[in-house]
Each structure stands twice: as structure tokens, then as C-alpha cells.
């Protein structure tokens, strides 16, 4: 403490003598240099530490009605920071233990007081003071980066339970903090193999880093994350865990349109390949099936003509559909209400949810408007909805379309009950003639993201075998 500094003191006494006792042992003790005030009222006293008016208190423990110890502990509870000794007359050693417990910085008997231990007790509690507060005001710091992270920061046990969690848990996987006191982190946890990973990761004592898992949200959504977790040891030697949690799913919903979009537009510059150099030679070959059918009289020969004209048709007819869905889809492009495209959208699918014996739910989001193709959005919805009416089993499913806002986006989720599709299907599920129906063609799905990403909107699918798909198409609100 530098010798310039001037340290102000209140002196917390009923007794003038004794006031005076301990000033002048504060003034005579070397290298100090302190403003020293009276005050002889506990009330008036707690203010003052209130006010962070002082930057040292020595209190008396009998004041009157009130004890120093009780104004200790009510300096406490007001959160004082500067260093409070208490002095007595006697020696007390359940007193001395108290203080010390409560937060007196030191406990002094006034008979045994001198000028060098009076001087000695001084710098030491301005100094403690000063250490003190530069750890809380780092632990502020750190908490405040804790609990304002937008990553999950967590404590758990070495079973992972949970001992402590930031605010980031409530956005992130929609459980409070208090909730996931009770749980553990292999409660989020969606696969099993990936539990069975992370207990494998615990017996070994290994660090988990940047592992990238799915964690089920509270309300049952599948979200991307990447987690790290490592092993520490408390004062007492005990060890826990603590780690971060951190949500990549909107970075893989980019990297999955980002992937879509460009296996389309590999698709699209192999179909124009393909169409331009099966058009040439069909084209001769439509070309002389006319002029020789005009010369031929055989009718078993224009048969065979016949038969190559009407293929010929087909395949220029493939071309153009396989075409048509590679090529951006031409849409022109008005403030409509989402909920009368899918009044419309059910209706269309209407006949087949009854044939099919098929159980609805529907539930809309009022007055969300989009910019949208009307004709073109209920088209390629309805492929979606028409889908999930033949991957279900007759009188044993249930179709379920809802709307739910995120931000400046609405959401339209389409979940079926039925078949399920497998994890490496999905990822081919909108490539042009990629197609698990016995008698499909493979566009239809190829054509609804073209629309979609037309939209500027994207398609994310999660499926599991035996239970069910969901759809959800992710489309920008008009906000105008």
C-alpha cells in the first residue's frame, strides 16, 4: 500500500474514550496516513457501509441494543465489501469464531491492542480488501460470460448429472435451468449408439471434444449440437465435469440447402448434356420413321414404325420433364395468406385421406402471409402431403400439418406415421428419378424443393424407420 494513500476509517463506538483510544493508536502506528470519523449509532453505521462510504471499519461489539455482531451481519446481507474488525473489551473465542464465520476481516481484544499491531492489522485488511475484491470482480466477470454465453455452459458429476447450467439451456433445448437440475445430459441424448459412445468416453476417462451428437429438445425437436466435456477436481479433490454445449443445426440446415443446391445444379448441367445429345440423334430418328412411314404400305412394318414414334414421344416427353424440373421454376410472386394455401392443399388431398381412412390434425398459425406462386406452392406441398398418405398403412394413420412461427420465418411441418425412410435415402430423397414407389417416376420430389428454394425457402426432412417422417418447409414471412 503506498504511503501517499490516505485510508478513510469510521470508528463504530458507543464509548468516547474508547474512540479515542483506538484513533490515536491508528494515528501513531507508522506508514499510515487515514481520515478518522466517529459514529456511535448502529443505524447510522450500516449506511454508511451501505454507501461504501469508508474504506475501513473497526465496530465495537457492544453498541447499545445491537451487538457489532449484528451489524457485521447486516453489513453482510447489504453485500459490504470493505474490511469490517470487530473489537471487544474480552476475549471471546465463540465471539471470535463467529465473526470470522459471519465476514469480519479480523477480531481484536482493545486491552491487548499496540500501535504495531494496530498498524500490522490495518494493512493487512486493506490489502486482504484489495485481493478480495479484484476475485469478485473477476468471478463477476466470469459469471456474467457464463450465464450470457449462447452456448450451453454446464457443471454435472461424473455421471453427468446435472449440478449447474447457464440461461443458454432454455433457448437451446426449451428446459429451464431448474429442470435440468434433475436430469442428466444422457437424458438428451437421442441414439443410443451415441449414449453407449459417451459412457464408453467416461470409464476410459478420456475428454469428449467436439463431438457433434443429437439432442432431443423439450419439445421432442432433434437439434445438431457439438459437445465438449472434460474432467476437473474441486478444492477438496473431488472430480466433475464441466463442458459446453453448442447448437450447429441452423450451420447444417445451410450446409444441406447449400448441398441440395448443388447437387441440383450438377443435375441440371448433366440433364442439358444429356437432352441436347439424346434430342440430336432422336430427332433423326423421328424424322426418318415419318418420311419412311409415308413410303411403306406394309401394315406390320407401320406397325413397328408405330411403336418406335410413340417412344420416341415418350422419350422426348422425359427429357422435357427432367428438364423442367432442373431449370429454376418461373414464378411470379404475391402477398398471399399461408393458411388458404393449405385450405387449398387439403382440399386437393382431401379424397385420399378418406379413401385411405387417414386420421387429420391441422394446426394453423392466423394472419402469416407469405410471398408466394400460389399455383406453384400448393403443387409442390401437396407432393408432400400426397406422400405422406401412401407411405401410411390404411385405417392405421395419422397425417399431422402445422405451422409455428421462428423469428421472421413460418414453418409448415408435415408428419405422417407411416413406413419411415432410411438414413442414406434421405440424403438422395430430391434427386431427380431417385424414387421408392414401385411405379414412380422420381420428379416429384425433385420438383417441390425446386419451387421451395424458388420461394426462397428450404426442406428439411427427419424420418425414423417403422415410425414416421416429418417434412418441415421453412419459408420467409412477409413482413411488408
Known amino acids: 500500500m503506498p504511503s501517499t494513500d490516505v485510508i478513510k476509517i469510521l470508528i ?124 469478485k470482480a473477476n468471478e463477476r466477470k466470469y459469471r456474467n460470460v457464463f450465464e450470457k454465453s449462447k452456448d450451453i455452459v454446464f457443471i454435472t458429476d461424473t455421471d453427468l448429472n446435472f449440478r449447474s447450467v447457464n440461461e443458454a439451456v432454455v433457448d437451446v433445448l426449451g428446459y429451464s435451468k431448474e429442470e435440468c437440475l434433475s436430469k442428466s445430459l444422457f ?6 449408439q451415441h449414449k453407449k459412445y459417451l459412457q464408453q468416453v467416461l470409464k476410459t476417462g478420456s475428454e469428449l471434444k467436439d463431438w457433434e451428437v443429437l439432442l ?51 443435375t441440371a448441367r448433366l440433364v442439358h448434356t444429356l437432352a441436347h445429345e439424346v434430342r440430336n440423334p432422336l430427332n433423326n430418328i423421328t424424322l426418318s420413321v415419318e418420311q ?65 381412412r387417414i386420421e387429420l390434425e391441422s394446426e394453423y398459425i392466423r394472419d402469416a402471409f407469405i410471398n408466394a406462386d400460389k399455383d406453384k406452392l400448393v403443387i409442390a406441398l401437396l407432393n408432400i402431403v400426397i406422400n405422406a398418405v401412401e407411405a401410411m398403412q390404411e385405417g392405421s394413420g395419422t397425417l399431422s400439418v402445422k405451422t409455428e412461427l421462428h423469428g421472421k420465418e413460418v414453418v409448415v411441418k408435415i408428419k405422417d406415421t407411416g413406413c419411415g425412410i432410411s438414413e442414406e435415402n434421405i440424403s438422395r430423397l430430391f434427386e431427380p428419378y431417385f424414387t421408392q414407389k414401385r411405379n414412380g417416376v422420381g420428379l416429384g420430389l425433385a420438383f417441390t424443393l425446386n419451387i421451395i428454394q424458388s420461394h426462397a425457402g428450404n426442406i428439411d426432412v427427419s424420418s425414423e424407420p417403422g415410425k414416421g417422417t416429418l417434412f418441415a418447409v421453412t419459408l420467409p414471412l412477409c413482413m411488408a
Open 187 to 192: 437424458d438428451f441424448i437421442d441414439q443410443a
Open 292 to 356: 419412311m412411314s409415308e413410303d411403306i404400305k406394309d401394315e406390320n412394318l407401320l406397325s413397328y414404325l408405330n411403336i418406335i414414334t410413340r417412344n420416341s414421344k415418350r422419350i422426348n416427353s422425359l427429357i422435357s420433364e427432367l428438364l423442367n424440373t432442373s431449370r429454376p421454376a418461373e414464378i411470379s410472386l404475391q402477398k398471399q395468406p399461408l393458411q388458404a394455401i393449405l385450405d387449398e392443399v387439403m382440399s386437393a388431398a382431401k379424397d385420399r385421406i378418406t379413401l385411405k
Open 216 to 266: 432431443l429438445t423439450n419439445s421432442g425437436e432433434r437439434k445438431s449440437c457439438v459437445v465438449t466435456i472434460s474432467k476437473e477436481l474441486d478444492e477438496q479433490n473431488n472430480a466433475y465435469m464441466q463442458g459446453i454445449i453448442h447448437d450447429i443445426t441452423t450451420l447444417k440446415k445451410i450446409e444441406k440447402a447449400h448441398l441440395q443446391t448443388e447437387k441440383l445444379g450438377l
Open 12 to 135: 463504530v463506538d458507543d464509548d468516547d474514550d474508547d474512540f479515542l483510544i483506538t484513533s490515536d493508536l491508528i494515528k501513531r502506528a507508522p506508514g499510515i496516513k487515514a481520515q478518522i470519523d466517529w459514529c456511535n449509532k448502529h443505524g447510522e453505521a450500516l449506511q454508511h457501509m451501505a454507501d461504501k462510504n469508508y474504506d475501513l471499519y473497526f465496530v465495537d461489539y457492544r453498541l447499545g441494543a445491537k451487538s457489532g455482531l449484528d451489524l457485521l451481519k447486516a453489513a453482510m446481507a447489504r453485500h459490504c465489501e470493505e474490511p469490517i474488525i470487530l473489537l471487544t473489551g474480552k476475549g471471546s473465542y465463540n465471539i471470535d469464531k463467529e465473526a470470522t464465520e459471519t465476514g469480519a476481516t479480523d477480531y481484536l481484544v482493545k486491552s491487548e491492542l499496540t500501535v504495531e499491531k494496530m498498524e500490522r492489522c490495518i494493512r493487512y485488511a486493506i490489502g486482504r480488501a484489495t485481493m478480495l475484491k479484484a476475485l
